[in-house]
């Protein structure tokens, strides 16, 4: 099992599989590698490399004050010079976009281009709701099988979706206990992340525009509530050269392995070069 150890102490978890292009996968705010588990049978000509994040996954976890945007920044630039990497591409589902934006900002010199799936440098209210109620906390659900049937019905915002999906999702993220499911993730990064109570929102159209330059794509589920269709349009605006798509029947987020999104990530890698 690969991991690194951070500057910081920490023990993470990554994968590192196939040859050509470096591509570090960076996961939403709770999950970790596995979110890419439909996408990388895809994804043709690359170094597929996912890093679980501190506190999910397989990584240890660590003091909540740590479980912050620019330390795992900092991690993922620390996992890529573990690997002797000077430069990689990152594929950013959600909080994993915002990381790259940091890093567009930060150290862009490491990075060879960007992909952006259902994120972008304005967070829709309505979506902040639905993460601030689940985030931290234990489902409802008893079983596996009450979450597969919930889900389904409840996540009206993703159409035609196969219940072997649904389940494959509850069962990499949800651990059956006598008690019920529990999360798999450190339940404190409700505190790190929701702090005292709401902060103001910062300005991320600064770190938007630091990708100037890097061949960029972005992503984004037609039905998603945290992405609005007028942040997607000024990013399309202020980026004419982008790799853009809208994936029909999806929320935040698209799976990955849709037939838009692949053909966009197609796209995008053909021009990292």
């Known amino acids: 099992m690969p991991r690194f150890t951070t500057s910081d102490g920490l023990s993470l978890h990554y994968d590192d599989a196939g040859a050509g292009t470096p591509v570090l996968c960076l996961a939403g705010l709770t999950r970790d590698g596995r979110d890419f588990d439909y996408v990388a049978p895809h994804l043709d000509g690359v170094r597929l ?38 430069r990689a591409a990152v594929l950013g589902t959600s909080r994993g976009g915002l990381i790259a934006m940091v890093l567009a900002a930060t150290a862009k010199d490491r990075l060879s281009g960007v992909a952006l799936n259902d994120i ?11 993460i601030k109620g689940y985030l931290g906390r234990n489902p409802v659900w ?71 330059g890097v061949p960029l794509c972005a992503i984004r589920g037609a039905n998603s509530d945290l992405l609005s269709e007028g942040t997607f349009a000024e990013m399309k605006a202020r980026r004419p050269d982008m790799i853009a798509t809208e994936v029909p029947g999806r929320g935040h987020v698209p799976f990955l392995d849709e037939p838009e999104a692949l053909d966009a990530l197609g796209r995008w890698i053909a021009a990292l070069g």
């Not at 900092?74 to 990497?85: F, P, V």
């Not at 972008?120 to 639905?130: H, N, R, S, T």
């Not at 651990?175 to 910062?202: C, F, H, M, N, S």
């Open 142 to 212: 008893k079983s596996h099988d009450e979450a597969v049937a919930k889900r389904a019905v409840a996540m009206t915002a993703f159409e035609g979706v196969p219940e072997s999906r649904w389940r494959a999702e509850v069962e990499k993220f949800y651990r059956e206990t006598e008690a019920g499911l529990e999360i798999t993730y450190d339940p404190k990064l409700r505190d790190a992340v929701l702090g005292d109570g709401a902060q103001p929102a910062a300005d991320l159209w600064p770190l938007f525009d630091a990708l100037e």
């Open 120 to 130: 972008g440098p304005e967070i829709a209210d309505a979506g902040l709701d639905v």
């Open 49 to 86: 490399i996912r890093m679980d994040y501190r506190g999910r996954g397989r990584s240890d976890w660590g003091d909540p004050s740590c479980y912050t945007i620019p330390v795992e920044g900092r991690d993922a630039l620390e996992l890529l010079d573990h690997l002797g990497l000077d």
